[in-house]
């Protein structure tokens, strides 16, 4: 990994000049761990690694907010959802210095799964996040309606809504 | 569980195990690539001048820019090449400025140098990166900073390197330097000090858990520094876990904690001079404080949702740097300074008569009636 523009882009932005290199290792060691959630939320590869640029130059820019480094990665998948949910709004507010990320995508499969990933992949961003964040993130409804921004009741009444749209598209 | 949940789990977990990380690397945005954006901007600025006779009869001077409304503000002229500007400094007798040059893993900040009011500039420095610069206080000194922690003085012609940062295993950038009266201040991964722009002393020992021990600086860094009557104060940080401001007594060399305006929220960029402060958070706010510090004023409205880069350093007119602009502060209220393409200004310097901006296209200069 290039590691040499990292101190320009510190003093550029003036964030505090940090070790460059940790920097880098913090925010590669971050798209590593958040690369499957952006898969399971995005629709392609190309929209999964965009959300994770996106997600991770957001990151970088708000670093200096973050309180606790424990919680590093937490807050990075909650930025990273928030991001996908927003995305038009988002992308009006590019920032100036990012992270490029680039991916390998595994070989197509066909198997008898496919027809329930064409099946998420047909949903709404709105229904695609919910059923990411209850049924591969394991958030509880309670949880999935605070991430979400909308009443609980709603989200559960949403999810009811989803499942069975689901359930009739794959029988 | 049901059938259908397990499904859904059991594709949800192929399709996020169906990508890998092959690299990454943190970049300046360059969405079409550093030439082909600059050569659009060229064609769109080309386009506009060329329209503009049209557009705006009577509106026109030749290399000009009609600035947005700045009472008192004549139009703004851009100097030097249209790329990012590091730093920037000038006095009567020379402009310097460093541009970025190169990309990737080859960009770097060089240093460019003006004696004709930036209508020629010559190239200075090429083996170093270039971050932080100053002038002064000496008609024609001008000192340079630069990401491997040197200090370079330029005096009669010559440049000499009159400080070196002690070999570390974290990157000893130089971010700022600062000439206010006689004495000058650099800060990095140190606070410096010098009398006479030719000996240095590292006066950060004191600060926090900082000893003379560079090992103790691990992720410490100074990203900013106001330099008031008898005292500096630096705005401290560390990348993650947050920052705060920290006052140095000149006279005595004691180091106290400044209480912020916001508790953790960390400082992006400050100035000030005699005893008066102004800070930008991380957060979008500008607060003003008359005691050092004491306490806070929020003077972020007109400014809100801009993040500030940059403040005017050492002058009771208070210029802002912003993602979105340059913003000048009149009465209670800020206002627009520059073109309105401007959009990231990283540095600004308030010299007599007008304001340099180092913006994302390149230095602008907006003369002042």
Same mark, same amino acid.
């Given at each position: 990994?290039?590691?040499?523009?990292?101190?320009?882009?510190?003093?550029?932005?003036?964030?505090?000049?940090?070790?460059?290199?940790?920097?880098?290792?913090?925010?590669?060691?971050?798209?590593?761990?958040?690369?499957?959630?952006?898969?399971?939320?995005?629709?392609?590869?190309?929209?999964?690694?965009?959300?994770?640029?996106?997600?991770?130059?957001?990151?970088?820019?708000?670093?200096?907010?973050?309180?606790?480094?424990?919680?590093?990665?937490?807050?990075?998948?909650?930025?990273?959802?928030?991001?996908?949910?927003?995305?038009?709004?988002?992308?009006?507010?590019?920032?100036?210095?990012?992270?490029?990320?680039?991916?390998?995508?595994?070989?197509?499969?066909?198997?008898?799964?496919?027809?329930?990933?064409?099946?998420?992949?047909?949903?709404?961003?709105?229904?695609?996040?919910?059923?990411?964040?209850?049924?591969?993130?394991?958030?509880?409804?309670?949880?999935?309606?605070?991430?979400?921004?909308?009443?609980?009741?709603?989200?559960?009444?949403?999810?009811?809504?989803?499942?069975?749209?689901?359930?009739?598209?794959?029988? | 569980?049901?059938?259908?949940?397990?499904?859904?789990?059991?594709?949800?977990?192929?399709?996020?195990?169906?990508?890998?990380?092959?690299?990454?690397?943190?970049?300046?945005?360059?969405?079409?690539?550093?030439?082909?954006?600059?050569?659009?901007?060229?064609?769109?600025?080309?386009?506009?001048?060329?329209?503009?006779?049209?557009?705006?009869?009577?509106?026109?001077?030749?290399?000009?820019?009609?600035?947005?409304?700045?009472?008192?503000?004549?139009?703004?002229?851009?100097?030097? +090449? !249209? @790329?990012?500007?590091?730093?920037?400094?000038? $006095?009567? =007798? %020379?402009?310097?400025?460093?541009? /970025?040059?190169?990309?990737?893993?080859?960009?770097?900040?060089?240093?460019?140098?003006?004696?004709?009011?930036?209508?020629?500039?010559?190239?200075?420095?090429?083996?170093?990166?270039?971050?932080?610069?100053?002038?002064?206080?000496?008609?024609?000194?001008?000192?340079?900073?630069?990401?491997?922690?040197?200090?370079?003085?330029?005096?009669?012609?010559?440049?000499?390197?009159?400080?070196?940062?002690?070999?570390?295993?974290?990157?000893?950038?130089?971010?700022?330097?600062?000439?206010?009266?006689?004495?000058?201040?650099?800060?990095?991964?140190?606070?410096?000090?010098?009398?006479?722009?030719?000996?240095?002393?590292?006066?950060?020992?004191?600060?926090?858990?900082?000893?003379?021990? +560079? !090992? @103790?600086?691990?992720?410490?860094?100074?990203? $900013?520094? =106001? %330099?008031?009557?008898?005292?500096? /104060?630096?705005?401290?940080?560390?990348?993650?876990?947050?920052?705060?401001?920290w006052l140095h007594e000149l006279s005595s060399g004691q180091w106290r904690r400044v209480p912020g305006p916001t508790g953790s929220v960390a400082v992006r960029a400050m100035g000030g001079h005699s005893r008066a402060l102004i800070v930008a958070t991380v957060d979008g706010r500008v607060w003003s404080s008359s005691d050092e510090g004491g306490s806070w004023t929020d003077i972020s409205v007109g400014l809100?949702?801009?993040?500030?880069?940059?403040?005017?350093?050492?002058?009771?007119?208070?210029?802002?740097?912003?993602?979105?602009?340059?913003?000048?502060?009149?009465?209670?209220?800020?206002?627009?300074?520059?073109?309105?393409?401007?959009?990231?200004?990283?540095?600004?310097?308030?010299?007599?008569?007008?304001?340099?901006?180092? =913006?994302?296209?390149?230095?602008?200069?907006?003369?002042?009636?």
């Amino acid at each position: 990994m290039d590691v040499s523009l990292a101190p320009v882009a510190c003093a550029v932005v003036r964030l505090p000049p940090a070790d460059a290199a940790e920097l880098e290792a913090t925010l590669e060691g971050l798209a590593r761990s958040l690369l499957p959630t952006a898969a399971a939320l995005a629709s392609d590869a190309t929209e999964a690694r965009e959300l994770l640029e996106d997600t991770l130059s957001r990151v970088y820019e708000r670093l200096p907010q973050l309180r606790d480094r424990h919680a590093l990665e937490a807050w990075a998948r909650r930025i990273l959802v928030r991001q996908f949910l927003d995305r038009r709004r988002w992308l009006r507010r590019r920032p100036t210095t990012r992270l490029e990320i680039s991916v390998e995508a595994a070989p197509a499969r066909s198997d008898e799964l496919i027809d329930v990933r064409h099946a998420i992949g047909r949903l709404d961003q709105q229904d695609r996040a919910l059923v990411v964040l209850r049924y591969w993130m394991g958030f509880t409804v309670a949880e999935c309606a605070a991430q979400l921004r909308i009443p609980e009741g709603t989200c559960k009444s949403r999810l009811h809504r989803v499942l069975k749209r689901l359930r009739d598209a794959l029988e | 569980m049901s059938n259908i949940d397990d499904r859904i789990r059991r594709a949800l977990d192929q399709q996020a195990a169906s990508l890998t990380l092959r690299s990454a690397r943190l970049t300046k945005r360059r969405a079409l690539g550093w030439p082909v954006a600059a050569g659009m901007i060229l064609v769109v600025l080309l386009a506009i001048a060329a329209a503009a006779p049209l557009l705006f009869p009577g509106d026109q001077r030749a290399g000009q820019v009609t600035p947005a409304a700045l009472p008192g503000a004549e139009p703004a002229e851009r100097l030097g +090449p !249209a @790329s990012t500007v590091c730093a920037v400094a000038a $006095d009567p =007798a %020379v402009m310097a400025a460093s541009f /970025v040059e190169g990309r990737d893993t080859l960009a770097r900040c060089q240093l460019l140098l003006s004696r004709d009011g930036g209508r020629s500039w010559e190239r200075h420095l090429e083996n170093e990166s270039v971050v932080a610069l100053a002038a002064g206080p000496e008609p024609g000194v001008i000192y340079a900073g630069t990401v491997t922690g040197s200090i370079w003085r330029r005096a009669a012609g010559r440049w000499d390197a009159v400080y070196s940062s002690p070999p570390t295993a974290f990157q000893p950038v130089i971010t700022r330097v600062v000439a206010t009266g006689p004495r000058l201040v650099a800060a990095g991964r140190a606070l410096l000090v010098s009398e006479n722009g030719l000996t240095w002393r590292d006066v950060t020992p004191g600060l926090g858990g900082i000893s003379a021990d +560079p !090992a @103790s600086r691990g992720r410490f860094g100074i990203g $900013d520094l =106001a %330099v008031l009557d008898g005292a500096v /104060v630096v705005a401290v940080g560390d990348i993650v876990a947050g920052s705060g401001l920290w006052l140095h007594e000149l006279s005595s060399g004691q180091w106290r904690r400044v209480p912020g305006p916001t508790g953790s929220v960390a400082v992006r960029a400050m100035g000030g001079h005699s005893r008066a402060l102004i800070v930008a958070t991380v957060d979008g706010r500008v607060w003003s404080s008359s005691d050092e510090g004491g306490s806070w004023t929020d003077i972020s409205v007109g400014l809100r949702d801009r993040q500030v880069f940059d403040l005017s350093k050492n002058t009771s007119k208070v210029v802002a740097g912003t993602d979105q602009g340059a913003f000048v502060r009149m009465s209670s209220n800020w206002e627009p300074l520059g073109p309105p393409s401007l959009r990231l200004v990283r540095e600004v310097l308030v010299i007599d008569g007008a304001v340099l901006l180092g =913006a994302d296209d390149g230095l602008w200069r907006i003369l002042l009636r």
